[in-house]
């Protein structure tokens, strides 16, 4: 050990008792491309969601609704709420009603297990890749501000759940006609369909929830029901970063539909 040459001060991989790697990493790979695509592929996101979010308008186009606008509590959706009124958000609501419910999903994927380690790679490098050293001299990991916020994670999930409720019940009501009559099925039906069947195995194949259904449990034999939800739960999470990532592209394709429906660029094709 004492003939090794000195890490030289400071934490990280110069800490004290890390192994002395002259060079930043040895990987001879090109390990640099996932955290690239991860930084294009959510600046797309985030622009193009920021853009739609800010528009307000171009949500509903009957019997389709957006889902970044759902719950939507806004007053010229009550229509396709079954004409309940929204007593809070009445036409003097001016804000854009993307805003007030976004925060949800997104503060559930921004505190996400996976997305954490998708965009501390990509976007601050904290480390790039495995193995590849980070440039910051030091780490503190999650446990101070504003990081240690990312534990509200679970609590999230609770409100992702009640957001998939929600867009169930948007695709469900995708089975009406414009006039209300049920027994439609236009390619938007199918469009919702994809998307809250990618939302749901999302947010289902969660690590918290995979915690909520069989964490803190001594022996599995003794609570049968919870073991099965379990190894279901688990399956799924075994695909969480895919399930990730095609949720988000769902997302933003069932919103860009409804946007050119809504705008009359396109016309929904109907299949019964
Ligand atoms: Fe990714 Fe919970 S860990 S959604």
């Known amino acids: 050990e004492s003939s090794q040459p000195s890490p030289g001060p400071g934490g990280g991989v110069h800490a004290p008792g890390r192994a002395a790697v002259p060079g930043r990493h040895l990987r001879t790979d090109r390990w640099w491309l996932a955290p690239a695509a991860t930084v294009a592929a959510l600046t797309a996101f985030v622009a193009y969601s920021t853009w739609r979010a800010f528009a307000g308008a171009d949500y509903y186009a009957a019997p389709y609704v957006s889902p970044f606008y ?102 469900v009501l995708a089975f009406r006609d414009p006039g209300g009559a049920w027994g439609h099925m236009g390619l938007g039906t199918l469009v919702l369909l994809a998307n809250i069947a990618l939302i749901w195995a999302y947010t289902l194949s969660c690590h918290s929830c995979r915690h909520i259904v069989g964490g803190r449990l001594r022996t599995f034999s003794k609570h049968p029901v919870r073991y099965r939800m379990w190894t279901a739960v688990s399956r799924l999470n075994a695909h969480h970063m895919a399930l990730a990532w095609a949720s988000l592209v769902s997302v933003a394709v069932a919103d860009f539909y409804v946007y050119l429906v809504a705008g009359g660029t396109f016309a929904d094709p109907r299949f019964f």
């Open 70 to 171: 759902s719950p939507c509590l806004a007053h010229d959706c009550v229509p396709m709420k079954g004409g309940a009124d929204w007593p809070l958000f009445g036409p003097w609501w001016s804000i854009s009603p993307a805003l007030i419910v976004l925060i949800f999903p997104l503060g559930f994927r921004l505190t996400c297990y996976y997305y954490r380690k998708a965009y501390y790679r990509g976007f601050w490098a904290s480390p790039p890749a495995c193995a590849v050293a980070e440039p910051h001299a030091k780490y503190t990991g999650e446990t101070r501000l504003p990081l240690i916020l990312q534990n509200l994670h679970r609590y999230f999930f609770y409100f992702a759940v009640l957001v998939a409720g929600v867009l169930t019940y948007d695709a």
